[in-house]
């Protein structure tokens, strides 16, 4: 006997797979369980029993009829027990092999072929639609995404991110807040403790306040946890992606489902034709007179009263089958299953924006709300942003403690304490927790929104978002509007800088970094700067065709002007004449070819600089006596060839450099600069230095290196004050003895020259020690002891 144990492997899947068998399918799996046992008990009796018994037929063959068991047909009970009892005392004469023989032969060629295999088509019929129903679950085609889809669904029901999202919903909206405050609340969320003292400075924010920073009421997830979470995410959309590509799984299904009812129908109408055909007694006649004597044979199918039964059960069986099929049909085609709508969940949970999906991801969260509608909703929250967002700040927060945060403070420029972050992917909480911050450096965060925590910075001047966008909530714009005296931004494009930048009125100083749209980069427009009552420093990098017209606005107070044009051509700058008050001002590549004229206006103008433009000439040296008040000139990283003799004209400058441009030689007339401290002439193609720089007594730093210098002028050494000598990686073969004479000289370069030795007065340089004299060891050795000694003391 075969056990039905045997036939579990066609219809068991994997345990998990039940999410995705509706009740039809759990239905139609019991009744082919049912139809597989009709069909084995059919098989084992039709093996272990006698099939037919046959008996011959005492008939004269010439009054014989067609069919030999006629007269034993029901006449009425006692007529039959009449006709046996006469019929049993007859004498037949064959042995048992004829018997044998006769039984065999009347099986395959008397009986109709129904009532012979009716128990093997039972079991081959309910295979076929074990087969049809589990066929998707193995299809490579189908059965990869399904397992996929499992093993995620699974791991988003246990998650503990689940129970706590959604708890958190709950509490929110229990507490009643606005409608359309979840993306807010999101951004917001885990802000954690350290918020109970803003309810003192603005009222309106006190109860949006009071909702965030409770705690929810389950148990804060761990490191671990929430690193799986995060995993989960990138699953679900990579999976999201991939399966709402096509509907392979819907159209699978649907095709099974029509396969099976066209089975159910062809079964049926088969059966009900030939389900008569089971009958007890059956006539045979076969010519095997000269084998046994007889040629026709009455006999009996010993299983066709219990195969009938069978038979009916079966097919009463099939029919609710078939009525499970059709209602599947049903189900398939009067709703679109290729579309999923999660409205019920956003509503319950407040998550406004889980997306609605489509195709095979469609149909089985159809096919899961078959089973469990709750496995949908707790998977709804690994496909919404806000839930995300969420996670990611509570593992910002797990990561970033206070404590590691403070290691990374440091202090900038500006002497202030410095909290610089890169590369995160957002802002944590924590942050918000280091009172002591003083300038805060956010680097390629993506997507930043401000929470409340914010303000308890309160020592928080300076502010840097370089390609981290980033949004201000208005109370917190006026919490910011005095406290903050600068920000940078940088951005890809000049539009994307937040507008809540341009209404900060306490901001002192403003630098913006990215480029105008091709079409917009000749107007160059930028937002208002009205609001701006106090900056006095801006700074512009970008492509602009000319000067923002609103750099107008802070025209009566702007004190420092920096535009780098990335050797985009600045063409208009005559709005440059209303920057009165302008003290610093740096055009750098910007594509100059000539000084600007606009330049000259600027009475209060203290310091130019025109770094990497194309300056050939700047025979408009003269008009810088109008800026009376210039006392730096940066004309370096040019291609200035000559200085026109009228640069004496520029007696109150203090610092110029000329370094990295194509000068040949000086003129004597700069001799007449009388103070000028700093002169930077380094990177060009110098051969010989007028003696007429001795003039220079208030000169403290001079820069020559990479020039082709031979030979130096001793009246250099009449400038008593120098500080400052940089002659590297020229062609000096000598330095003179007068070198002596600068007593106040601390640095001095002769790397890169062709010495031979250095003058032992070197050693009457007072201030002149070896950290300070840069040139090669052979010649330092050189050097006298007594000298070496001089300068390597402390």
């Known amino acids: ?69 006629q007269q034993l047909l029901p006449r009425g009970v006692s007529e039959q027990m009449g006709d046996l009892r006469e019929v049993s005392g007859l004498k037949n004469n064959l042995d048992l092999q004829q018997y044998s023989f006769i039984n065999q032969l009347c099986y395959e060629t008397a009986l109709h072929w129904y009532a012979k295999y009716f128990p093997y088509l039972v079991v081959i ?8 129903t589990s066929f998707w679950f193995k299809f490579p085609g189908t059965s990869s995404k399904i397992e996929h889809f499992i093993s995620i669904l699974g791991k988003c029901f246990d998650s503990p991110w689940t129970t706590r999202a959604l708890s958190e919903v709950s509490g929110e909206n229990n507490k009643g807040p606005a409608p359309g405050r979840a993306v807010a609340v999101a951004a917001a969320a885990g802000a954690g ?34 690193e799986q979470a995060k995993a989960l995410f990138e699953k679900v959309k990579k999976f999201r992606v991939h399966v709402e590509e096509g509907d392979i799984l819907y159209t699978m299904y649907i095709r099974q489902t029509v396969l099976k009812v066209c089975k159910f129908l062809a079964i049926l109408v088969y059966n009900l034709i030939y389900v008569e055909k089971i009958s007890f007694l059956v006539a045979c006649r076969v010519d095997t007179s000269e084998v046994t004597g007889y040629a026709s044979f009455c006999c009996n199918h010993t299983k066709a009263h219990l195969f009938s039964k069978l038979a009916f059960c079966y097919i009463s069986f099939v029919c609710v089958y078939g009525l499970t099929c059709l209602y599947t049909l049903y189900w398939l085609f009067h709703r679109p299953l290729k579309e999923y709508s999660f409205r019920s969940v956003r509503e319950e ?53 206070p404590e590691k945060l403070r290691q990374k403070l440091q202090r900038n420029a500006r002497g202030q304490l410095e909290l610089g972050l890169c590369m995160l992917p957002g802002l944590p909480d924590t942050v918000f927790e280091l009172s002591e911050v003083e300038a805060l450096r956010l680097e390629a965060i993506c997507d930043i929104t401000f929470p409340p925590g914010l303000s308890q910075l309160v020592h928080l001047q300076e502010l840097s978002l370089l390609h981290s966008p980033a949004r201000l909530p208005f109370s917190l714009q006026v919490f910011l509007r005095d406290r903050l005296k600068v920000i940078r931004v940088k951005c890809e494009e000049l539009r994307e800088v937040p507008l809540w930048v341009f209404g900060l009125r ?71 004449k209303k920057l009165a008050v302008l003290r610093e001002l740096e055009l750098v590549a910007c594509g100059l070819e000539r000084i600007p004229h606009a330049v000259f206006s600027l009475g209060a103008l203290q310091e130019l600089d025109l770094k990497d433009n194309h300056l050939r000439s700047i025979e408009e040296i003269l008009s810088f006596q109008h800026c009376r008040k210039l006392v730096t000139l940066r004309l370096w990283h040019n291609q200035i060839t000559y200085i026109p003799e009228h640069v004496r004209k520029l007696r109150s400058l203090e610092q110029l450099y000329l370094s ?8 004597t007339q700069l001799g007449l600069c009388s103070s000028l401290r700093l002169l930077d002439i380094s990177h060009n193609r110098l051969r010989t230095l007028p003696p007429e720089l ?40 000598h330095l003179s003895p007068h070198v002596g004479a600068l007593r106040a000289l601390s640095r001095l370069e002769l790397k890169g020259n062709r010495l031979e030795a250095l003058p032992e007065e070197l ?9 300070g004299l840069l040139v090669e060891d052979t010649l330092y050795e050189g050097l006298p002891a007594e000298v070496r000694e001089k300068m390597e003391e402390e």
């Open 506 to 576: 306490g901001l002192e100083e403003l630098h913006l970094e990215g480029l105008f749209p091709p079409e917009l980069a000749r107007a160059a427009t930028l937002e208002s700067l009205r609001e701006l009552k106090q900056l006095k420093v801006l700074s512009l990098r970008s492509n602009a065709g000319k000067v923002p017209a609103s750099v107008t606005d802070v025209a009566g107070h702007l004190q420092r002007l920096s535009l780098h044009n990335d050797g985009a051509r600045l063409l208009a700058l005559n709005s440059l």
């Open 349 to 401: 949970t407040g998550m406004g924006d889980i997306p609605d999906v489509k195709n095979d991801f469609a149909f089985m969260l159809h096919l899961i709300d078959q089973y469990d509608s709750l496995y949908s909703k707790r998977f709804a929250v690994f496909l919404s942003e806000v839930s995300e967002s969420r996670l990611k700040q509570l593992n910002l927060n797990h990561e970033w403690t």
């Open 660 to 667: 990295h441009n194509k000068l040949e030689t000086l003129p």
């Open 1 to 69: 006997m075969i056990p039905v144990a045997e036939f579990k492997q066609f219809t068991e899947q994997q345990p998990a797979f039940k999410v995705l068998k509706p009740w039809w399918d759990v239905l139609a799996e019991y009744i082919t369980v049912a139809m597989l046992m009709i069909g084995v008990f059919g098989c084992t009796l039709q093996v272990t029993q006698d099939k037919i018994i046959c008996l011959p037929s005492h008939e004269p063959r010439e009054n014989s009829s067609d069919a030999p068991c």
């Open 763 to 771: 050693g009457n340089c007072r201030g002149l020690r070896k950290v």
């Open 193 to 226: 403790s350290g918020k109970a003292g803003e309810g003192e400075k603005e009222k309106v924010l006190v109860e949006p306040e009071k909702v965030v920073t409770e705690p929810p009421a389950v148990t804060l997830l761990d490191k671990k946890e929430g």
């Open 694 to 733: 001795g003039l220079l007594q208030s000169l403290q730093h001079l820069v020559l290196s990479y020039n082709a210098l031979e030979a130096l002028p001793d009246e250099l050494f009449f400038c008593r004050k120098l500080r400052t000598l940089l002659l590297g990686y020229n062609h000096l073969s």
């Open 125 to 132: 019929h309910t295979l076929i639609f074990m087969v049809c």
